[in-house]
């Protein structure tokens, strides 16, 4: 779980500088689709492993691979209200 965890945090960082980027209007080819990625196996990883607490009985281990998919998918929310933003203010 400390892998996918430290994956989700590399991946928010990611997300954060690619961010940054597209209000600046430079590229995002080095930092987001690496995010894309990282995001995409981390919350496999989780939910891989949720499979695996949930069939070993430990319920705590499974909550908290359940709060950290659902932390994942408020970030990439967070991350494509970004976008959307900035593509509406282009279009002004």
Do not use: H
Request: proline share 1%; aromatic share 12%; net charge positive.
């Amino acid at each position: 779980m400390f892998g996918a965890t430290n994956q989700l945090v590399a991946a928010f960082t990611f997300l954060v500088v690619s961010s940054w980027f597209l209000c600046r209007g430079k590229s995002l080819k080095y930092t987001f689709f690496p995010a894309v990625f990282m995001i995409l196996t981390a919350i496999g990883a989780l939910l891989y492993q949720l499979v695996k607490f949930v069939r070993e009985g430990n319920i705590i281990l499974a909550a908290i691979s359940i709060i950290l998919v659902i932390l994942a998918v408020l970030m990439v929310g967070d991350a494509a209200a970004v976008v959307k933003k900035k593509k509406l203010r282009s279009q002004l």
